[in-house]
C-alpha cells in the first residue's frame, strides 16, 4: 500500500512539473527610439524624420521584459520553447530557433497567427541587442503563400510537422514580409535594466 501511495505522489508531482513552463532567461530590454529603422517591401527603408517612433515603441514596446520558457508536456520527448514578452505575453510563441552560449542568445520565433515573427540577436556581455520585427499581413503575401500551398510540385514542405512557418521557410520560398522594424537597445539578464 505504502508502494502504491509512494508511485502515486511521484507520478503526481511529475506531471504536476511536466505541466508547468520553466523559465530558461529573461531579460529587461530598453530600445532606443532613435535608432529605428523601418523598412517596407517595394519601398525600401523609409526616412527617420517621417517614423513615428513614439507610436512603434507603443504599439511594439520599446521597454520590455522578455522571457523564454520551456514546456516540458511534450510526449514524444520534443520541449517546446516559447518567448514571451509584451507582444506575445499570454502563453507566448513557439521558438523557431533558440541558442544561448556563455557569450550570446539568439531567438528566431515561427511566425504567429497574425502573421508576425519576432528575432533578437542579445550579446549577454555587453547587452547591445538588436530586435527585428517582420510584419506579413499583406494581401500580396497571402495570394503568394496560397499559390505556394497548392503547388503539387514542390520539394521542400511549406509548414514544419507541427503546421507552423519558419522564417528561413519564408525566405526558401522567396516571400517578403510588407513591412520590417528594426531596433537597436540594451538587455541585461533578469529585470531592471
Known amino acids: ?20 513552463p520553466t523559465n530558461i532567461i529573461k531579460f529587461s530590454c530598453e530600445y532606443e527610439p532613435g535608432l529605428i529603422k523601418q523598412e517596407q517591401k517595394d519601398i525600401g527603408f523609409l526616412n527617420n524624420e517621417l517614423l513615428n517612433t513614439q507610436k512603434i515603441c507603443s504599439v511594439l514596446s520599446c521597454q520590455d521584459v522578455i522571457e523564454v520558457n520551456i514546456n516540458k508536456t511534450q510526449l514524444d520527448g520534443d520541449n517546446e ?66 499559390k505556394i500551398e497548392d503547388n ?22 522567396s516571400l517578403q514580409p510588407s513591412e520590417i522594424f528594426y531596433f537597436q537597445g540594451k538587455c541585461s539578464e533578469g529585470l531592471g535594466v
Request: net charge positive; charged share 30%; proline share 2%.
Open 152 to 173: 503539387k510540385d514542390k520539394k521542400i514542405p511549406l509548414y514544419n510537422e507541427k503546421g507552423k512557418l519558419s522564417l528561413k521557410t519564408l525566405k526558401l520560398f
Open 81 to 146: 520553447y516559447r518567448l514571451r514578452n509584451s507582444w506575445f505575453d499570454h502563453q507566448g510563441i513557439l521558438i523557431d530557433d533558440f541558442v544561448l552560449t556563455k557569450n550570446f542568445v539568439t531567438i528566431n520565433t515561427f511566425v504567429s497567427q497574425a502573421y508576425f515573427l519576432e528575432s533578437y540577436l542579445i550579446n549577454r556581455v555587453t547587452g547591445k541587442t538588436k530586435r527585428t520585427f517582420y510584419r506579413f499581413d499583406d494581401p500580396e503575401f497571402f495570394y503568394k503563400l496560397k
Open 1 to 20: 500500500m505504502k508502494k502504491t501511495l509512494a508511485i502515486l505522489i511521484y507520478v503526481f508531482v511529475s506531471l504536476e512539473v511536466l505541466g508547468k
